[in-house]
Structure formats: C-alpha cells, structure tokens
C-alpha cells in the first residue's frame, strides 16, 4: 500500500463579487429598458436620474448614486435645479468623505448639463401655432412635404378648437399612382390628440388636381366616420407638381381645395 498523500492545502474560495450592477437586475427593473417599454413618464425621478449618471461603483448602482442624490435633496425635484458641480462631487461640510462617492466630473458635468437643459425649456414659451382660416393657409404647411414628390402620399393636419395645427402626420406613402388609405391610420391620432377638425391632403404626381372618384370615395367617409366622433372635416386637399395658379396676394399655388370648390358640402 502507497503511504497516504500529505495533505494538500484547500484553495481558497473566490471571493464573491459584491458588485450590484444595473446589469444583473431584471430587464423589466432596468431604468433604460423601462423607459423604452413604457415612455419616460411612467419612470421615478431618481430612475430618470440615474440614466444621466449611466454607470455606478463597485458598491452602488447608477439608480442608487441617483436615489442618494434624491434622498440628499429631501427627494424634492425643484431643488436639483439649485445644485452645482461643488454639491455633486465635493464633501460634507467638515467631512473629508465625499457627500456621493463614485460621482466624478463627467458624470457631474452629465448631470448639470441635463439640468441646465430642463431649466431652459421651463423658461421657453411654447411655439405660437397660426390658426388655419382657409385653404392657402394649410396649403403653407403641407406644400414642403407634397409638392415636390414623384410618387403619392396622404397627410393629415389635425386641428385644435381655435383651428390651430396639434399634429401635422403622414399618414400614408404609395405608389405613383395612389396611397392606401386607412380610416383607421387617419382617425387614431385625431382621437389620440384630442382634435376638433381634420384637414386631409394629398398630391398627384402628374400635377392634374382634378379628384379621382376614389378621392370623392375617401372624402365621403372620413367626413361621415369623424362626424360620429364629432370632428369636421374641414377640407381636402390635392397637390400637383406641375399645375399653378395665382392667388389675390400674387402668389402661386399648386393646390385643389374640395372646401372651396363646393366638393366637401355635396359630400
């Protein structure tokens, strides 16, 4: 018999990594997968925070250096637009430690950069919309979209009550011939957007205005379908590349109009 071997000395056990990383979390939890789910509104303040700060410690994650900085604060908002580089990456005062460690300049500058942003758009007045009052005016709007295309396509202007622009959409792009359209893609962001009228456009390659009878079709039913809504209709509008005329002020127009050719009443 072979004499027992000595012995041998047990490997020590790795160490275990303590590291909490944003990674390891579940993808429902993570702040940026989140907010591509569900939109950034439905994220916490300390979650929207923590994107800017992008990446933690070997101790704290980028949500918990942003829940620090919240809980720093008396988790109130408005008072993130008061901090400076010297309250994100300097001490206590009379400490030596650091009030948020791992917080170093670029992500400090990340953090005042977004801030500074935000304060900006508080304090800018919101876009004056010009009321559309006739079919020149929303020929103005959609004439840098259709004018110019080879092939079709259908756009919508949703209008507010005081017959300002909420959303300019394209709602279809087809061939050379015509664009499918969909009551459906055309109703949903009036609904979604809260709109009282609809003015609905598109352009005929061939520069000829004259409305197919799939254009009267098309015209008919959205005017019959957005009515149980109770939106109007309020015109439809056809684009050409070619054809022009002149208006009263001199300029040249490329355009039919259902409204003012009597087209949207007989309907």
Same mark, same amino acid.
């Given at each position: 018999?072979?004499?027992?071997?000595?012995?041998?000395?047990?490997?020590?056990?790795? !160490?275990?990594?303590? !590291? @909490?990383? %944003?990674?390891?979390?579940?993808?429902?939890?993570?702040?940026?997968?989140?907010?591509?789910?569900?939109?950034?509104? @439905?994220?916490?303040?300390?979650?929207?925070?923590? %994107?800017?700060? +992008? =990446?933690?410690?070997? !101790?704290?994650?980028?949500?918990?250096?942003?829940?620090?900085? *919240?809980?720093?604060?008396? +988790?109130?908002?408005?008072?993130?637009?008061?901090?400076?580089?010297?309250?994100?990456?300097?001490?206590?005062?009379?400490?030596?430690?650091?009030?948020?460690?791992?917080?170093?300049?670029?992500?400090?500058?990340?953090?005042?950069?977004?801030?500074?942003?935000?304060?900006?758009?508080?304090?800018?007045?919101?876009?004056?919309?010009?009321?559309?009052?006739?079919?020149?005016?929303?020929?103005?709007?959609?004439?840098?979209?259709?004018? =110019?295309?080879?092939?079709?396509?259908?756009?919508?202007?949703?209008?507010?009550?005081?017959?300002?622009?909420?959303?300019?959409?394209?709602?279809?792009?087809?061939?050379?011939?015509?664009?499918?359209?969909?009551?459906?893609?055309?109703?949903?962001?009036?609904?979604?957007?809260?709109?009282?009228?609809?003015?609905?456009?598109? @352009?005929?390659?061939?520069?000829?205005?004259?409305?197919?009878?799939?254009? *009267?079709?098309?015209?008919?039913?959205?005017?019959?379908?957005?009515?149980?809504? @109770?939106?109007?209709?309020?015109?439809?509008?056809?684009?050409?590349?070619?054809?022009? =005329?002149?208006? =009263?002020?001199?300029?040249?127009?490329?355009?039919?109009?259902?409204?003012?050719?009597?087209?949207?009443?007989?309907?």
């Amino acid at each position: 018999m072979k004499a027992d071997s000595p012995l041998q000395p047990a490997k020590p056990l790795a !160490k275990a990594s303590t !590291k @909490n990383t %944003i990674k390891q979390w579940s993808e429902e939890d993570r702040p940026r997968e989140k907010l591509l789910r569900l939109g950034a509104r @439905n994220l916490s303040d300390a979650e929207l925070l923590a %994107i800017f700060i +992008n =990446s933690g410690t070997e !101790k704290d994650s980028a949500l918990d250096l942003a829940k620090q900085i *919240m809980t720093g604060l008396d +988790n109130d908002l408005g008072q993130l637009l008061e901090i400076d580089h010297a309250y994100l990456t300097g001490c206590e005062p009379g400490e030596k430690k650091k009030r948020f460690a791992g917080l170093g300049d670029a992500r400090a500058c990340t953090i005042l950069a977004a801030i500074e942003l935000g304060r900006r758009l508080r304090d800018t007045p919101p876009p004056r919309r010009t009321p559309i009052t006739c079919s020149l005016d929303a020929y103005r709007v959609l004439r840098r979209h259709l004018e =110019s295309l080879d092939h079709e396509e259908l756009r919508c202007l949703y209008l507010d009550a005081s017959g300002r622009v909420i959303k300019d959409e394209l709602v279809s792009s087809g061939g050379v011939s015509h664009a499918v359209a969909d009551l459906r893609l055309i109703l949903a962001p009036a609904i979604t957007h809260y709109a009282s009228a609809i003015i609905l456009a598109h @352009n005929h390659p061939t520069g000829h205005l004259q409305p197919s009878a799939e254009d *009267m079709d098309l015209t008919k039913r959205v005017k019959q379908v957005a009515s149980v809504c @109770n939106i109007r209709l309020n015109d439809h509008l056809i684009l050409g590349r070619y054809h022009a =005329s002149v208006t =009263s002020d001199g300029e040249r127009s490329h355009y039919l109009s259902f409204a003012d050719n009597g087209l949207l009443a007989s309907l």
